[in-house]
């Protein structure tokens, strides 16, 4: 039973782990960084949006969204996961979007977002607010019964 129960722990251990994950270079002032946003609330009226891949890779710290991301310059593909709740007393919402931007050595972007028209519109934006990717609209759902975790160190 033992033998077992490492086997069975061990086969669920790997599928939890990331398959394809982002390695990180080492933050350095030559590369850039990106992080993802968060605006409202903490049970109502909140807007969170995670990088969950980079380049097609999984990011491994989606659910801290306001840690700075070390990436190389150049142009990358981001696939951002919004959840937004407009209200204590409605399900949550979500979209996912795929954008891309060229990033510069030294600069610090982030993600931006806003919830219009039934569609959640998303770019990416550096240090002074300027839009360095195209905007992406796509429509969002709602989460029946799910527990969002936002995680913020």
Not at 15 to 39: F, L, M, V
Not at 113 to 120: A, C, F, P
């Amino acid at each position: 039973m033992t033998k077992f129960t490492i086997l069975f722990t061990c086969i669920l251990l790997s599928a939890c782990a990331a398959t394809n994950p982002y390695i990180a270079p080492a933050p350095s002032q030559d590369n850039a960084t990106i992080r993802g946003y968060k605006s409202g609330g903490v049970f109502n009226n909140f807007n969170v949006s995670r990088i969950m891949k980079i380049d097609d890779k999984d990011n491994a710290d989606a659910y801290d969204f306001t840690k700075e991301i070390s990436v190389m310059p150049g142009e990358h593909g981001f696939i951002i996961a919004t959840v937004f709740n407009q209200s204590f007393w409605k399900n949550n919402n979500e979209a996912y979007s795929e954008v891309r931007a060229k990033l510069l050595p030294g600069h610090h972007y982030h993600i931006m977002e806003i919830v219009q028209n039934e569609r959640v519109k998303i770019w990416v934006a550096d240090q002074n607010g300027n839009t360095v990717s195209p905007v992406v609209s796509n429509p969002y759902k709602m989460v029946k019964d799910q527990t969002i975790v936002i995680f913020n160190r």
